[in-house]
C-alpha cells in the first residue's frame, strides 16, 4: 500500500507527519494521516510532491 510505503520512508528520514506536512504545499497532519492509513487516496500530484519532499524515486512508494 502507498500510504504504508510513505509512512515507511517518512519514519526512515526522521519526521513526524507534522513535518512532512509542513514541508508540503497545502497539507496539514490530518491529511498526512489519512494518506497513511488509505483512509484518503493519494493523488499522482501528491505523491510527487511528497517523494520530493522525502528525496525518495516515486517508484518507491508504488513497488517498495
Do not use: Y
Amino acid at each position: 500500500m502507498i500510504g504504508q510505503a510513505i509512512r515507511k520512508v517518512r519514519k526512515a528520514k526522521g519526521l513526524t507527519q507534522e513535518e512532512l506536512a509542513q514541508r508540503l504545499s497545502n497539507k496539514d497532519r490530518t491529511r498526512i494521516s489519512r494518506f497513511e492509513t488509505g483512509e484518503q487516496k493519494v493523488m499522482a500530484e501528491d505523491l510527487k510532491e511528497i517523494a520530493t519532499v522525502l528525496e525518495t524515486p516515486v517508484s518507491e512508494f508504488l513497488f517498495g
